[in-house]
T-cell receptor, first 116, second 109 residues
């Protein structure tokens, strides 16, 4: 496997379910990201992990919970979601350099989430 | 506030040239990125501009004017496979990426 891999590609869940999205990068990058993509809206940064530490949490509701067990894996745990959380969730990785932020992002194909 | 503006949708003809504009108002500037995203696929990196001028890469070119807060992506000899969304993003003074909503490009035969 190369690049950034996300599973599952599609997920349908009820508001009371608990599920997780998984992301794996095979690029040796030191930073990983979760983005939310909704139709006709800019990408919304949710979480950033740099050197395994969470460095960004853009006021994301607590029903989204990230986990980064190592520099290659990133999870997004979902519980008691709302229908408005239905969107494409993109994972990305990059090689971040101190003082310059993220360089080129490599994205996964996304997990399409539908909350009923 | 910070803002990136790009047209929502554009249509062009196969073999022609199209220019997708991006204007930005951000707190500082540390570079501008263009990404391509085919429907149902991952966004992929196209170009990066940090200095004024034109960067050419095959059929695609990207232009930047920092004084005008303006960039464009120029696609030449359009092919059907160029039908995609094109995302503009600016790295601000805190090195955070500010994204536009994307331009959906439709190529007609």
């Amino acid at each position: 496997e190369t690049g950034v891999t996300q599973t599952p590609r599609h997920l349908v869940m009820g508001m009371t379910n608990k599920k997780s999205l998984k992301c794996e990068q095979h690029l040796g990058h030191n930073a990983m990201y979760w983005y939310k993509q909704s139709a006709k809206k800019p990408l919304e940064l949710m979480f950033v992990y740099n050197f395994k530490e969470q460095t960004e949490n853009n006021s994301v509701p607590s029903r989204f919970s990230p986990e980064c067990p190592n520099s290659s894996h990133l999870f997004l745990h979902l519980h008691t979601l709302q229908p408005e959380d239905s969107a494409l969730y993109l994972c990305a990785s990059s090689q971040e350099e101190e003082g310059s932020g993220a360089n080129v992002l490599t994205f996964g194909a996304g997990s399409r989430l539908t909350v009923l | 506030g910070q803002n990136i503006d790009q047209p929502t949708e554009m249509t062009a003809t196969e073999g022609a040239i199209v220019q997708i504009n991006c204007t930005y108002q951000t707190s500082g500037f540390n570079g501008l990125f263009w990404y391509q995203q085919h429907a149902g696929e991952a966004p992929t990196f196209l170009s990066y501009n940090v200095l004024d001028g034109l960067e050419e890469k095959g059929r695609f070119s990207s232009f930047l004017s920092r004084s005008k807060g303006y960039s464009y992506l120029l696609l030449k000899e359009l092919q059907m496979k160029d039908s995609a969304s094109y995302l503009c993003a600016v790295k601000d003074s805190n090195y955070q990426l500010i994204w536009g909503a994307g331009t959906k490009l439709i190529i007609k035969p």
